[in-house]
Nanobody, 115 residues
């Protein structure tokens, strides 16, 4: 079992920034991929960005150039720095941990971009 605890969501104005954090605990193996997905009302959950334990990153086109994912392996924590936020970034953001076909999800954190 892996437990994921997210933090850092909230309300921000367009053009603003937020930093999401997700701390993993439990049966953490040395190689895994952690990432962030989001789900807006009425839409499917979609990948935002992920990062492997050796630092390989993958971004959705909508996140490229605005968001940056990073991780601190000793702390088993992944971060998502979100800049130049737009109203269409409004969604529940979910942390994700996966390894060898096993996937765990966090409870989600709301990000609202509105003036």
């Amino acid at each position: 079992q892996v437990q994921l605890v997210e933090s850092g969501g909230g309300l921000v104005q367009p053009g603003g920034s937020l930093r999401l954090s997700c701390a993993a605990s439990g049966n953490i193996f040395s190689f895994n991929v952690m990432g962030w997905y989001r789900q807006a009302p009425g839409k499917q959950r979609e990948l935002v960005a992920d990062i492997s334990s050796i630092g390989l990153t993958n971004y959705a086109d909508s996140a490229k150039g605005r968001f940056a994912i990073s991780r601190d392996n000793p702390k088993n924590t992944v971060y998502l720095q979100m800049n130049s936020l737009k109203p269409e970034d409004t969604a529940v953001y979910y942390c994700n941990w996966k390894r060898a076909g096993t996937v765990y999800w966090g409870q989600g954190t709301q990000v609202t971009v509105s003036s």
